[in-house]
């Protein structure tokens, strides 16, 4: 434990350490959940340190080798240490739907609250924007970026963005509805305080729990969509190594017989999504309990 | 509302929608960084002749709201336009690739609403060892992408085992269903283990409910008191999350007949991409957008008739 | 002729450490025709208790003890014959009227589901029973209400639903568990006569469960008081208000205010009403008396006739008619 913490907690008498606090409002799998999610986001962080090889690093006398010393997952079709390239494709995995779902979640918050504050016509007009947008499922959205802008991660990113924005404005709204009816927010109101004011300083922190576990819940969507739209060839564009184009190619290993690249990275990708999945339903389970 | 003004209502959204969508997807072409022209001619150099019976045929000296106009009007005729690339009829090609796609998503969907339902109903009714496991499996199942899934499968039970053929759509029903099997079960596995969770939380709420107590007090059957009390109450979730996850499904279906190389609209739609051939995005764009408003449509009138609660055209989201 | 009887019930919850005791032994009997009034403050189990009756106790409880319907003990029945008995011996109706019916199945449904099913009766044949039924509780245009939604009636109609429906079946014995408490007070008084008229004509026996003193009194014949777990007065429903023979008894008619005159301050009972399991030694509600002894903190009385009536008070005999019934303070 954090010897920072200690000290303060005893001074101050506080009944839960930080990990007390965590494992109360995570639960078991949560926590074990968390701690995947802060495996990966390490690995991306320190890729460049903790990769034995230069991911791009091609050994054409060394291709396709079994597990190894030298090699601990062993190699790909072009000799490139596959560790390496699943430790440095963590950055494109973990980094592309953090993205895409910050967008979504701010853009789609200011949407949905000034929808629900402002009301009336602005609020139809932009509903109906909204039902326009959720006409088009997710991953079709950012295909067709994808076609009109090229393919590359950028524009996958901001298209799936663009795509889940709707869906973040309509859990806002109704939230904001709901909350926007209640007597403080009158209280504040009367007292004279702009509408954006009370927006921000008062309204958002009362939605905030319900707009983070939102978010959470989506990562993983993002992951899956995101890594598919690379498997397709139209996100991250080899030879960057990314966990999605490494199921692509590593599809091809595999009708040669060499399935571990395909297998290695479908297998972190599914870990990855899982404890996004978990994470976000402890969270939204102790919300709810919260709540009541 | 009564049901002529519901349908009435929808019907005028549903064709408004559709509009404004189909606005959208023929803008791509002009929003798109480069000239049209440049996208028709592509790399190859040409002739100033050719440009300009390029340009007469698909009329780019007209203003851009009557060529909407006219490509709307040939859509409402069955004319999508032609393919830049392949040079055919986008139509033609639509036409000859939906059947495909129909049956890989009516497959899928029959497969996970049973084995979805069947999971969850098993895991609500012997909770332990039973729901205990399952839970785990489908928490695994519903991060499983379909990418991933479909590359185990055809890895592991194609290539080594020879038992499913790969490729290829097949011929005669018999031949498709058996070639359709396996992307069927990459595009259905991870919605059956999400139905699964639906199904089983949607189960335990209602079997904990109070008029469930008073049909038991009637001395009526287990058997009885659970379909006609518990499951039939939680079809309300059941139907719902079924009505958005076909939704998924269609957009699924894009990289599932990619992998299995399958004759589909979305495979058609990927190689459209690459190639950056305008007409076909646009026409197969239109289809899996009606196609999904169809079953969002289908959903809501399917809500309020197993809820009697709901009024036709309530919100359930309010 | 004895419909019910019921002798030292007890209903535990949970298992081995963690068993919590709900209903401490209790024992009564009910005859043909005659209402008996379970009194009670939350917490004290009598809801359990008519679950026990039924059959239908929560999952993770054990019931001990024995529950004798007509000669037969319905826990140590199986599983088809407890449900032939609930099927035409014995019926219950519910607090909450809307909770308890199914928001997706029609009045018509609701009437003659059991009918269909268990009775092997024609559809045609059991919507007429319905409406008759629904004549007998005094909703006319039966023919027009049974294609109608729970949703689309009033708390009040919905329970007279719910009465007819538990007497399709012609039971000998009606558990009724809070019927009025969540009507207003009009509703209730109609439900009321509806639920003593038709118990007469048809000779119920009846378990009219409520928190209500009063309401038991004006229609049961004799009112049984609850507290944690335990019955600590039966008697017949005049004489209990006259000349209630346990404390608790008279703490819950001072507690009464009274019409007639304004008091200062509204009597209460000290304490806070407790579950059987968080009892200790001795009588239950010594904690809470104002007459408790030493004896009263260490052992525990058991119930002794006492007349016609019982009650479970060391110190009955002496206290007998002398409890007080209201308060008397007057307005200065």
Known sequence: MDTSIAPTAARTGAPLSLAGRLFASLGKAGLIALVVILVVAFAAAAAPWIAPYDPQAIDLGNVFAAPSAQHLLGTDGL???????????????????LLVILMSTVVGSALGIASAWVGGVVDGAIARVLDVMFALPGIVFALVAVAVYGAGLTTAVIGLAIAYTPYVA?????????????????????????????????????????????AVASLGFAVVELAAISFLGLGVQPPTPDWGVSVATGLQASLQGHPAEALYAGTVIVVMVAAFNVMGDSLSARAGASRR | MGVGAFLVRRLVGFVL??????????????????????????????????????????????????????????????????????????????????????????????????????????SALRPGVVDGSITVVATLAIATPAFVLGTVLITSLAVNLGWFPVFGAGTGVAGRLVHLTLPAVTLAFASAAYLARITRSAVLDELGREHVETARSRGLSEQTVFRRHVLRNALIP????????????????????????????????????????????????????????????????????????????????T | MTVLDVRDLRLMIGSGAATLTIIDGISFSIERGEALGLVGESGCGKSMTARSIIGLPPPNARVAGEIDFEGRDILRMGSRELRAYRASQVAMIFQDPRAHTNPVHTIGDFLTEAQCEIGGVTRAAARRRAIELLADVGIPDGEQRLALYPHQLSGGLLQRVMIASALAADPALLLADEPTTALDVTTQAEVMAILTRLRRER???????????ELAAATCDRTAVMYAGGLVEVQR????????????????????????????????????????????????????????????????????AVGAASVACHRAAELQGSLPIGSVEAAS
């Open chain 1, 79 to 97: 000799g490139r240490d596959l560790l390496s390239r699943l430790i440095w494709g963590s950055r494109t995995t973990f980094i592309g739907p």
């Open chain 1, 170 to 214: 309509r859990v806002v709204r109704g939230a904001a509805l709901r909350e926007r009816n209640l007597p403080y927010i009158a209280a504040c109101s009367v007292q004279g305080f702009s509408a954006l004011r009370i927006c921000v300083r008062h309204l958002l922190p009362n939605l905030r729990t319900l707009i983070t576990v939102q």
């Open chain 2, 17 to 122: 929608t559709l509009f404004i969508a189909s606005f959208a997807v023929f803008s791509l072409m002009y929003i798109a960084p480069g000239s049209p022209l440049s996208f028709v001619l592509g790399p190859r150099t040409t002739s100033p002749a050719q440009i300009a019976a390029v340009k007469a045929r698909y009329h780019f000296d007209d203003p851009f709201l009557v060529r909407y106009w006219d490509w709307l009007i040939g859509v409402l005729h069955g004319d999508f336009g032609r393919s830049i690339v392949l040079n055919q009829n986008v139509a033609d090609l639509i036409t000859a690739r939906i059947t495909t796609t129909t049956l890989l998503v009516a497959y899928a969907t029959v497969l996970f609403v049973v084995v979805g339902v069947a999971l969850g109903i098993s």
């Open chain 2, 238 to 317: 059941i139907v719902t999350v079924t009505g958005l996850t076909i939704g998924a499904l269609i957009a699924g279906a894009v990289i599932v007949e990619t992998i299995f190389a399958l004759d589909g609209l979305g495979s058609l739609l990927v190689e459209a991409i690459l190639k950056k051939d305008f007409p076909i995005v646009q026409g197969v764009v239109l289809i899996l957008v009606a196609a999904f408003m169809v079953i969002n449509l289908v959903t809501d009138v399917m809500y309020t008739l197993i809820d009697p609660r709901l009024e036709l055209g309530a919100d359930p989201n």
């Open chain 3, 203 to 213: 000779d119920l026996a009846l378990l009219f469960i409520t928190h209500n003193l």
């Open chain 3, 237 to 304: 429903s005049a004489a209990l208000h006259d000349a209630p023979l346990h404390p608790y008894t008279s703490g819950l008619l001072c507690a009464r205010p009274s019409i007639d005159h304004a008091d200062r301050r509204l009597v209460v009972i000290p304490g806070r009403p407790v579950s059987a399991f968080e009892t200790g030694p001795g009588c239950s509600f010594a904690p809470r008396c104002a007459y408790a002894e030493e004896r009263c903190r260490s052992e525990k009385p058991t119930r002794t």
